[in-house]
């Protein structure tokens, strides 16, 4: 079991900028991959950005260059920076951690964007 507990959510007016923290239970060295997702209401789940054991990242095209996703081992901790954020960029993020055989989810924090 790994428990995943996101923070750093809040309101924001455009342009502004925030780092989401998600803080793993146990260590996340040997994890696969760990994940932002985002959803926005009346909308799906959508993945956001990505990070795996290799260090290596990718992100969803509407973020490139804006988001940052990086992880801290030693904190079994991995972050968000979202700079010149936009009020679609309005979404509850979910941290996600996949090991290889299992997927585990935290609870969400609300990012509001203000225009």
Known sequence: QVQLVE???????????LRLSCAASRSII????MGWYRQAPGK??????????????NYTDSVKGR?????????NTVYLQMNSLKPEDTAVYY??????????WGQGT????SS
């Open 67 to 75: 988001f940052t996703i990086s992880r801290d081992n030693a904190k």
């Open 7 to 17: 923070s750093g959510g809040g309101l924001v007016q455009a342009g502004g900028s």
């Open 44 to 57: 799906q789940r959508e993945l956001v950005a990505a990070i795996r054991s290799g260090g290596s990242t």
């Open 30 to 33: 040997s994890f696969f991959s």
């Open 110 to 113: 609300q990012v509001t964007v």
């Open 95 to 104: 941290c996600n951690s996949f090991t290889g055989f299992q997927s585990y």
